[in-house]
């Protein structure tokens, strides 16, 4: 029989877009599938470099640590503090911007497990592609599709 290993934060990776940083405490392998647990570094004044977008098949869970995150949930602007959670249900549109005077720091919970570092690696190659522009929709289109995601329609007249 052979014996499971037991460590806390047993995945302990760090995953660079641009100046955001994602830490991934626990993944899909770690917890069976169930969930992945993951840090997210936001300085001051950055955007989500990736478009807006909805979770098809997973609920993601924020929970504030330092300063504070607009998340724009469905077109409303929501506030996620130090001590605050907030439940993304799948198929809700949904963005964030640090419109703060301090960096900030949250933690993420996906359950099931669908989206892990696998995502955020493939998700930075695309956005390294585009050099500060806009990165190139199909090929994000591509890697949200194969993650659970799927891109918000553009604005009108875009």
Known sequence: MQRRTIKANPSEETIKIDPLGIRF?????????????????IPVGQRLAAPAHK??????????????????????????GPGQALCIPRGAVHRFDNLGSEDVKQLVLITPAIMGPAYFREAAEVIG???GGPPDRAKMMDVFKRHGMTLASPPSGK
């Open 25 to 41: 405490l626990l993944t899909g392998d770690d917890s069976n599938g169930s969930a992945s647990v993951f840090e997210m570094l």
């Open 55 to 80: 979770n098809d098949a997973y609920e993601e869970i924020l929970y504030g640590i330092k300063g504070i995150l607009t998340w724009t949930v469905d077109g409303t602007p929501i506030e996620v």
């Open 129 to 131: 592609a585009a050099a």
